[in-house]
């Protein structure tokens, strides 16, 4: 008997700190109530090939984090320090986060999106068994893709 994959796309907002996630989610959880979820520091991230190790004043930062906000919209956001290769400034620490169901539908978006834009990093699967990529598009709006593995 197969199994069926039962997904549902969905949307989210990312935010990039360069320091200081962790305060303003919590900020965020006292305006808007819930739990966190999806918590992973720096320091939980497996060395990668030809990716320098992770500094020590960063290995307790925020990779990643999730919060449930209104209408079931997903706030995510993560630490990205300077000293990672990444300059936060107004206007490219936010991402609009996309969860299409299949890894077809999501090289579809990223190639559409990527036409006249920047990839910052092409669609691969990744070491937290999500398939991911990240893009600017030609009008310099961040997105992020990312298919979740089956539950």
Do not use: C
């Amino acid at each position: 008997m197969l199994m069926e994959r039962i997904v549902v796309s969905k949307v989210s907002t990312s935010l990039s700190f360069a320091s200081g996630t962790e305060e303003a989610f919590i900020f965020y959880r006292s305006v808007f109530g819930g739990e966190f979820t999806g918590l992973m520091r720096w320091s939980e991230m497996p060395e990668m090939p030809g990716q320098p190790p992770i500094r020590d004043e960063n290995i307790d930062k925020i990779m990643h984090i999730e919060l449930k906000i209104l209408g079931g919209h997903t706030l995510m956001g993560g630490d990205a320090p300077e000293s990672m290769q990444s300059k936060m400034v107004a206007g490219n620490n936010v991402q609009i986060t996309l969860e299409p169901d299949t890894k077809e539908e999501a090289n579809r978006i990223f190639a559409a999106l990527s036409k006249g834009g920047t990839v910052q990093m092409p669609m691969a699967d990744m070491f937290w068994g999500g398939y991911y990529g990240a893009l600017t598009d030609k009008f310099g709006i961040n997105w992020m893709i990312n298919v979740t593995p089956p539950r």
